[in-house]
């Protein structure tokens, strides 16, 4: 199967949710879970690192949401 990793840009975000386990041993699956979901919280609060790793030059811009009256 071809790999088309821009197809799914989460991929990405592996580098960035699995830099804080390098060279680590958890004791059980509830510390690496743990450590993992600490990452992802702290990634939250930088959306201008995700958006750099996930965002393709390709990709539309987004698009204005249309101001649309409303019905009396």
Same mark, same amino acid.
């Given at each position: 199967?071809?790999?088309?990793?821009e +197809?799914q840009?989460?991929? @990405? !975000? =592996? !580098? +960035?949710?699995?830099?804080?386990?390098i060279?680590?041993?958890?004791a059980?699956?509830?510390?690496?879970?743990?450590?993992?979901a $600490?990452?992802? /919280?702290a990634? &939250?609060? $930088?959306?201008?690192?995700?958006?750099?790793?996930?965002?393709? @030059? =390709? =990709?539309p &811009?987004? !698009? @204005?949401?249309? @101001? /649309?009256?409303k019905?009396?």
């Amino acid at each position: 199967m071809p790999y088309s990793p821009e +197809l799914q840009p989460e991929e @990405h !975000l =592996w !580098l +960035l949710t699995n830099a804080s386990l390098i060279n680590q041993q958890f004791a059980s699956i509830g510390a690496l879970e743990e450590a993992q979901a $600490q990452r992802c /919280v702290a990634l &939250k609060a $930088q959306p201008a690192l995700i958006r750099s790793t996930i965002l393709f @030059h =390709w =990709w539309p &811009k987004r !698009l @204005h949401k249309r @101001h /649309v009256p409303k019905r009396k």
